[in-house]
């Protein structure tokens, strides 16, 4: 069984994607559709910069669908089709242009106002997120709490918001509640504790005003069932329909992303081989480092491409 692993913010860089689009027509003409839908060169901001319009979310997340979509549409023009999708929080929208759920056209509009409303949840400055390293769910939970108990001011928020596995949890909130979270997981045994360089607390209540605005955009969406099972970042879940995916998608916003229980999932299923679709090579790694018996590959660029055939053919 093969799944598609799709990524999400923070696998962007400029230049992604260039090589592909110079190489194969039918990625060319996926960044030009982008570039359509949203009305502006956004292919000119993916493949030259600057990096600090890239970095910018409401140009973050369709950018990085658009590598994504391209990629997952030269593999199936090669013949390669999942039995299973995934994507890690943005990289869900992904997985669902890849299984037909909702037309690419709308899904760039849509993560582009995604970004937009999640930018303007919470005013800058005021929440943060770090990666806790070595330190189990439990333990991470246990020093959300205790900061939150410790800290004076009301109202404050922080939570686990991805669940990456292999040892990663990041959290989200209240910048001084993070903080606070922060040195109670070092107290509590962690590895080491990374404050995270991100433009908003994703993942977390304070993300609630943002699921709000976007749930009814969402369920306008012209939809079909998709082809093949999404598993859904908030419940590691197969969504087979139409309307449940969309709920996902809803809920996934305030709502943490269990990443090691989606793969959990997949390999349940008999998944033996995972292929990273677009920038980066963060899922697979960490694929490697959950599964050492799986089979795990990215591809974001031509020769990343011909690799992953010759092993495919040797395996």
């Not at 039995?83 to 992904?94: I, N, Q, R, T």
């Not at 303007?120 to 806790?132: D, F, W």
């Not at 082809?227 to 859904?232: L, S, T």
């Amino acid at each position: 069984m093969l799944a598609f692993l799709f990524p999400g913010q923070g696998a962007q860089k400029v230049g992604m994607g260039k090589a592909l689009a110079d190489a194969f027509p039918i990625c060319r003409d996926t960044f030009a559709e982008a570039d359509a839908a949203l009305g502006e060169p956004l292919s000119r901001i993916i493949f030259d910069g600057p990096e600090d319009r890239l970095i910018l979310t409401e140009n973050t997340q369709p950018a990085i669908l658009a590598v994504s979509t391209a990629t997952c549409r030269l593999l199936a023009s090669r013949g390669l089709t999942p039995d299973f999708v995934a994507g890690h929080s943005l990289g869900e929208y992904s997985a669902n242009v890849a299984a037909g759920t909702f037309a690419y056209a709308d899904a760039l509009q849509i993560v582009r106002r995604r970004g937009q409303y999640m930018q303007e949840a919470v005013p800058v400055g005021t929440g943060a997120m770090a990666a806790i390293l070595g330190l189990d769910a439990e333990k991470v939970a246990q020093a959300c709490r205790e900061a939150l108990e410790n800290g004076a001011a009301q109202g404050e928020v922080v939570s686990a918001a991805n669940l990456n596995g292999a040892g990663q949890i990041a959290i989200a909130g209240s910048a001084n509640a993070v903080a606070r979270a922060g040195e109670r997981a070092k107290a509590l045994g962690a590895k080491r504790v990374i404050p995270l360089a991100v433009s908003a607390p994703f993942h977390c209540a304070l993300m609630k005003p943002a699921e709000d605005r976007l749930a009814p955009e969402l369920r306008a969406l012209r939809v079909s069932d998709p082809r093949v099972p999404i598993v859904a970042n908030v419940d590691a879940e197969l969504k087979r329909r139409a309307p449940e995916a969309i709920d996902a998608l809803v809920r996934q916003v305030s709502a943490p992303v269990r990443w090691e229980a989606v793969i959990a999932r997949l390999a349940s299923e008999g998944v033996t081989t995972y292929v990273e679709v677009g920038p980066g090579t963060v899922l697979s790694a960490l694929v490697r480092k959950m599964h050492r018996d799986a089979a795990a590959f990215n591809v974001g660029g031509p020769d990343d491409l011909t690799a992953m055939a010759s092993l495919l053919r040797q395996a």
